[in-house]
């Protein structure tokens, strides 16, 4: 509840957070336009492949071209300027800078910069969850052991689903169900580029405008990303997830408690403590009115008469039994969030979400008939979504992490609907990603936990 106390006293100390920055896209972004009014941080670099690009973003969040002259590390610690570069790995190899946020939204990638940043002894928080998706509990426990912390980034959903179940949990809660909203119909799987902005709800201008990716926004149109969060999430709380893919119930917020309990009492889940993601779209495609779809919840159980009544004393919206209560936040800031896990990291040594768990993957699952010689392009593409499962049932079928299947070839073909498996592709085994993923399997069975320090 402090944290706003301890930025003010490092900035008065004149010891600012020292953060390097990789990826000034959309989510950096929205990061940087909140740097410069927050006390305490100084971002000291900013990697990014194209350096014209992040200064343009740099302009349109409204910094001014002088905070941006620094022609290195060491110029911007004297002035309190601001180092742009294409060469990360010189902004994560710097021994002054203390925190490293991971904002490329490329997996593979992401998994080289946050392993050189243990390696230099670099917090993380890594805004890539893609990455998180298919190696984070490797990740966290690599972390662990090179002594820094490593965490998902507040503003994103996922961290702020956990911070719920944090919520719940301390206060004695048990966890019925937490996940996200999210515009769900089930024909939106086969949703490619050039469909994202009409099934969305933005006009190729309003895209254009806020300088929005359609292939990262169709990302989380095809189901794609609530997946690859959910299982962030089920692997950072330790909750199960459905056995064969997200339902998407769809629900207004009212409804959240009454659709989230198991299904022997009138809802979707097979059991309790899971993870679901609720839609915003009914069945037919009607918009159902107070939706959560920006949003986040948790649902929890009264588990004596006497907490039921109190929901019932203080006008808690329950379901009909009065046992189930959602507690909910409809909104989430993205990047504009993005500070206090860079506070929680450097101040308190707190990941705002971590991996204790492996309990979920996210399977590469074909969107339409594919051939053998057919190039994947990953989340958000023309080729593969992504299918939330169990990582029992994903290892037992040998499947393709969609976080891998980037430029990477197929050697047969594949049927729309069919997941993939490490024996439909041809794919480079050199990278870190690839070999953090293999190591991954080969230490941590499905639900193991991964053994951080308490």
């Known amino acids: 509840m402090n944290l706003y106390t301890k930025l003010q006293q490092r900035a008065a100390d004149q010891k600012p957070i020292r953060i390097g920055l990789i990826g000034a896209g959309k989510f950096g972004s929205m990061y940087l336009a909140q740097i410069p009014r ?40 004297k002035t309190g300027a601001t180092w742009i570069t294409d060469d990360w790995n010189a902004v994560v190899t710097h021994p002054q800078i203390d925190i490293i946020v991971e904002c490329t939204g490329n997996p593979v990638a992401a998994v080289a910069h946050c392993l050189q940043a243990f390696a230099h002894g670099k917090h993380v928080v890594n805004v890539t969850v893609e990455a998180d998706a298919f190696c984070g509990p490797l990740l966290a426990r690599k972390a662990a052991q090179a002594g820094v912390v490593y965490s998902l980034a507040f503003g994103d959903q996922p961290a702020l689903i956990c911070d719920l179940v944090d919520w719940a949990r301390t206060c004695g809660f048990p966890v019925v169900a937490a996940g996200r909203g999210h515009k769900w ?81 009138g809802g979707v889940l097979e059991r309790k403590g899971m993870v679901e993601v609720i ?27 006497y907490i039921k009544n109190c929901f019932e004393e203080y006008n808690a919206h329950t379901d009909p039994s009065g046992r189930y209560f959602t507690l909910y936040k409809r909104w989430h800031l993205i990047g504009l969030e993005l500070g206090v896990s860079v506070a929680s990291v450097a101040l308190r040594g707190e ?4 991996a204790t768990c492996w309990n979920a993957d996210v399977v590469a699952t074909a969107k339409k ?43 047969r073909a594949v049927k729309k609907g069919q997941s993939l498996s490490w024996a439909d592709v041809a794919i480079d085994t050199s990278t870190p990603a690839y070999q953090v993923r293999r190591e991954m399997e080969a230490l941590f069975a499905p639900g193991g936990q991964v053994g951080l320090p308490a």
């Open 185 to 265: 119909l089930p024909h939106f799987c086969e949703s490619t580029p050039e469909t994202v902005w009409a099934n969305y709800g933005l006009s190729p201008e309003q895209a254009a405008r806020g300088g929005l990716n359609p292939k990262m926004f169709n990302s989380f149109l095809d189901g794609s990303k609530p997946s690859i969060e959910s299982t962030a999430v089920a692997n950072a709380t330790g909750l199960t997830v459905p056995s064969n893919g997200l339902l998407y119930p769809p629900a207004s917020v009212e409804d959240i408690p009454f659709v989230t309990r198991p299904i022997e009492e």
């Open 279 to 305: 839609s915003s779209l009914e069945a037919n495609g009607r918009k159902i009115p107070y939706d959560i779809r920006m949003g986040v919840w948790v649902t929890v159980e009264a588990e004596t008469e």
């Open 369 to 411: 008939d594919l051939k053998a010689g057919d190039m994947l392009d990953g989340e958000g593409g023309y080729t593969v979504w992504g299918k939330l499962l169990p990582a029992q049932t994903s290892v037992t079928q040998g499947g393709l992490p969609l976080g891998l299947a980037h430029q990477v070839k197929l050697v």
């Open 38 to 77: 927050t006390p305490g941080v100084h971002l000291v670099a900013i990697a990014d492949l194209s350096p014209d690009a992040a200064r343009a973003n740099l302009a349109r969040v409204g910094w001014k071209p002088e905070q941006v002259l620094a022609p290195s590390v060491e110029s911007a610690i």
């Open 351 to 354: 990941p705002t979400g971590v």
